[in-house]
């Protein structure tokens, strides 16, 4: 498998979108991923910032896969932790091994930052992501509370 796991640069605005693409269609949600695209320059300043992750899975130069994490500041000791907002593997591309890669990557960038853990969700119901989190980690079973602003 000619694959490469690697951070999306700061100017690499094209890479940032075709994971927007993937995440849209994974997920069945390309409205939400493509209706109100970010502008170039804000995918470069949260790219640039000090809190996002973003790492592609690239195939011959094409996104085939990808996860996009945040870094969490701790207070009660200095440390951090990673959370997985989303990950995801086009389709013609499951089962080989890519999500697990994005993971082993994400574990390197945790270590350089200095964090002590990376943890995600998964929905009830999405098998393949259960298995995938439960053969790398620990799970939890949490409730997940959404608290609207307006």
């Keep these: 498998m000619n694959l490469t796991i690697q951070p999306i ?29 970010p502008s170039a320059d804000y995918l470069r300043q949260l790219l640039r910032s000090d809190y996002f992750i973003a790492l592609a899975a690239l195939k011959a130069d094409e996104v085939v ?12 000791q200095e440390r951090s932790e990673i959370y997985i907002y989303d990950l ?6 499951r089962r080989e091994g890519i999500a697990t890669a994005l993971i082993q990557k994400l574990k390197e960038v945790a270590t350089a930052r200095g964090a002590y853990v990376i943890f995600v969700q998964a929905d009830i119901g999405d098998e393949p992501a259960i298995e995938l989190y439960t053969k790398l980690g620990v799970r939890e079973d949490v409730l997940h509370f959404d608290i609207g602003v307006t």
Excluded at 21 to 37: D, L
Excluded at 67 to 72: R, V
């Design 9 to 37: 640069a700061t100017e690499d605005v094209a890479s940032m979108e075709a994971l927007l693409v993937t995440f849209g269609e994974a997920f069945n949600e390309v409205e939400t991923y493509s209706g109100k695209r």
């Design 65 to 76: 896969g990808g996860l996009a994490a945040y870094e969490l500041k701790k207070f009660e």
């Design 88 to 93: 995801a593997v086009a389709a013609p591309h």
